[in-house]
């Protein structure tokens, strides 16, 4: 898209393969023609148009074959000239004056070789690399005294960049090699490669500081090859033997520069004196680089090009770079832009944070003394407003503390309305006569007659579109899932307002992925957090708006980068407040601190792509499913090597596996296929795998079944994607219940078959649990699944059947203390090594009479009226049934009359058949 262009320039085309033009948030600074091209000139960059009052300044006595400004100070600039210095200048000035350079200080080599480029480093305050002959100079701008650092090379250097850390130079030498070196370490020989096969100079340029964690180890370089055909090529700095990819580039004579943006993962090439911009997206994996497209940026060929960093650019209208061109008279910009349908909003999702503008990650000294470290990323908002990493972390401690503080109001009145964490169990143990009448009578399962219902349609959200990729969570209030479109919207409902969605196309959802959304997890504490996990490799975390009936897409959320591929688990911890566990196709499973933004440490590395993770009661364990189907039970506090753990191959089939942690014991229950393709789950002991404590074959499918464990009833619902039924299985002695149940169990752990449940309508693609504590206890409602299809969101309840009169007792004997919306620990503590039982609370109504509180008397006479009620139906089947006798016994009469009727009447004929009646003798009729 054009704008308005700095113009009436006099811009020197000096024989360099630096860069004549260079750009901050603030500034634009280029090579002047001015003291016979020794000069630089600088325009602010919110005042384009003509530059009639330039003043370029110059204190170099050859001409100027690079610029660039401070990474760490949009006002700091240095030259780099053909007389063997670097010269170091501040620009001043309010915005409606003309720029002032005002010369700082001069850095000379000790000869006079041409310096061909002056590169900062981009972590570390005040360093700048001169890039001269065979040498790289280090100078540290605050001292000004002697380099403080020396680096030689055996051949001379073309270009050179900083890797992102500041750990190393990669540079581009005059023998067509690469080179990357430590310049701390001068003694250290540097690890050369060749780079491109042609004579033709190149330039090389580092992938940058991003969220995109893997380009940081990639550099890009130009050159040709034998043919002179122009290319571009790509190398991983962890290991330049060989470059990554190779790229020709159209023909052409002239140099190519390439321009990085890292923040979009955008690469521009544009040919010294040249008028066409080549624009690639870059990725980590192949073929690394997506050709975006190729303009003309005017009529004027190209002596330089440079990029305004993304807090520079407009990023209300979706403008994600800013290419400027330099002309022989003028500067003009090329703004990319991203079409969105709203520009009223921020879009987070194509504005990840950035670099930091403001502030160096490290000092001089300490980068001297061996410390590296990449820049901090700051959102481009704060930037935009001079707000930097140190001013944007106090903002989020003082907000931590206010979110803290009012944490611990609301969950100290939760605790005060539910019950303490107790150190025993709450459920019922049996008695040695309960075990003994068990093996007499059998187990009998309490929900073995459970019966499922779909609400009604008005009571379901339907008219969806979701995304390509099934995922759906919920909470007691809402629900989330991904939702067609650009990038990986997502879209959250309310559960109480159900109904159509009218305009789904124009639907609000939450923007913040770059590409479609694998898996979403609501915070189980009730505080309005959603974690999303995408194919961009990252995670988010939302904080949605107290009222689920608000629109939620301007909701704030946190970018967590560190995974390196896509990201398709998510799962908050059940315990911790604002600790999160992330599992991507990467094989890793990583946890992090959402409070802080930062990753908490890696709890699995170099494994297969995880299919399934789930927490213990308590958090203090994990259990993993890889795609090979082996599970791994583990501490994800402890170290890498021994966070190891447990392994087990669990099912045999080639199908992915799934797997649940049974309640508060040590049992994990896993859902998978046999080798013959026959679907099955089995229950193992999470201290000792090697055999399972049980099998339970289902039947035969196409997927794997996937658990949803009610764990205060030892309940388990299985769903299979693509089909309609819902299995429900009781497994022994997991039920949390106080009541003393009918028959005890004997073998913990076997499980029970109770019922299926067939879902009406369109097959399931997804299912989730809604919370316990949202059920309606007046139905013996035991279990509420949210269902998701191509098109509807439908809530199934199921219920177990009860007598009319203990209709209005609270059924304790189903509904046992249930997790409290309130955390037992903070993240820190548990990373610290903490455990501690979840707060639980009851979830009896105000002013409601338990079951087990009922008087005996009642119980007594109800069983009374029992059997009053048995005993007369009976009666009434015994009187029915003597009725039935008679009237059976009146026909069988009637028909023997009628026989005897025909016998003796004599006005019937009955023909000659042998079958016929015989006739009586005349002496037997009575006269």
Known sequence: APQAAWSELRAADAASGGDLVTASATH???????????????????????????????????????????????????????????????????????????????????????????????????????????????????????????????????????????????????????????????????????????????????????THGQLEHYVYTTGTNLTRDRELAGWDVRNLSHAIFRAKIGGGTSSLLPVVVPDTKILFLVGKGETSVRAYELSHSKPFVFNISTVSSGSAPALGVATLPSAACDYMSCEVARLVKLTASAIEPLRVEIPRRSKAVFHEEIFPPSADLYNAALLADEWLGGAEAKQQLVPVQSLAQGIGAPQVAELARQTAAREAAEEEARQGRAVRNSTKPSTSPSAYIPNTVDKRMTRIMGYVPKFKYAS?????????????????????????????????????????????????????????????????????????????LLASGSDDCTVRAWRLPPDPHVDPSESASVCLAGHQSSVRIVKFHPNAKKLLASASTDGTVRLWDVRAGTEAGVALENLPPVTSLDWAWNGSHMAVMDRDNVMHVLDPRESRKAAAGVTQRTHLGAKPCNLCWLGDTSKVLTSGCARMGFREFSVWDGRKLGTPVNTTKIGAGAVSYEPLFVEENGVVLFFARGENIIHIYELEDLSRAPLKPDHPATEPFKPHKCTEYVA????????????????????????????????????????????????????????????????????????????????????????????????????????????????????????????????????????????????????????????????????????
């Open 28 to 210: 634009l600074a280029f090579a002047e023609q001015g003291a016979g091209g020794a000069a630089v000139g600088v325009v602010r960059v919110d005042r384009p148009g003509k530059q009639a009052d330039l003043r370029p300044e110059s204190c170099q006595q050859g001409a100027v074959l690079d610029l660039a400004f401070s990474p760490h100070d949009p006002a700091l600039l240095s030259s780099a000239a053909a007389d063997g210095t670097v010269a170091i200048w501040r620009a001043q000035g309010d915005s409606g004056d003309p720029v002032a350079l005002h010369h700082r200080v001069t850095l000379g080599l000790a000869s006079s070789t041409r310096v061909v480029c002056a590169r900062w480093s981009p972590s570390v305050e005040g360093i700048v690399a001169a890039v001269a002959g065979k040498k790289a100079v280090i100078w540290d701008v605050n001292r000004q005294a002697e380099p403080v650092a020396l680096a030689k090379l055996s051949a001379p250097l073309q270009d050179a960049c900083w890797l992102p850390a500041s750990n190393g130079i990669i540079s581009l030498n005059t023998d067509r090699t690469i080179a990357l070196f430590d310049p701390r370490h001068p003694g250290a020989s540097a690890e050369t490669h060749e780079a491109h096969s042609g004579r033709a100079a190149g330039r090389v340029v580092s992938g940058g500081t991003s």
């Open 452 to 528: 499922g219902s779909a609400a009604k349609r008005d009571l379901t959200t339907y008219n969806l579109r979701p995304g390509a990729v099934a995922a759906l969570a919920c909470n007691s209030d809402r629900f989330a899932l991904p939702w067609q479109g650009g990038g990986g919207p997502i879209f959250v409902g309310a559960l109480s307002n159900p109904g159509k969605i009218d305009a789904p196309e124009q639907a609000p959802v939450l923007n913040g992925h770059t590409k479609q959304v694998f898996c979403l997890d609501f915070s189980p504490f009730g505080d309005n």
């Open 760 to 927: 009406p309508g369109e097959p399931t693609s997804h299912a989730a649990l809604i919370p316990r504590r949202a059920l309606d206890t007046s139905k013996a409602e035991f279990a509420r699944v949210l269902r998701l299809t191509p098109s509807v969101v439908e809530p199934i309840s199921f219920t177990i059947p009860r007598a009319a009169d203990i209709a209005e007792y609270f059924a304790d004997d189903i509904y046992a203390e249930t997790r409290a919306p309130a955390a037992a620990l903070k993240g820190a503590e548990w990373l610290a090594g903490k455990n501690a039982r979840p707060v639980l609370e009851s979830m009896m109504p105000p002013h409601a009479k338990r079951l087990s509180k009922r008087d005996p008397k009642l119980a007594h006479a109800a069983l009374r009226r029992g059997r009053e009620n048995a005993a007369r139906f009976r009666r009434e089947l015994d009187e029915e049934e003597q009725r039935r006798l008679e009237r059976d016994e009146a026909l069988e009469r009637m028909q023997r009359l009628a026989v005897q009727y025909e016998a003796y009447n004599p006005n019937l004929s009955t023909g000659t058949s042998k079958n016929a009646a015989v006739p009586l003798e005349d002496d037997d009729v009575d006269e």
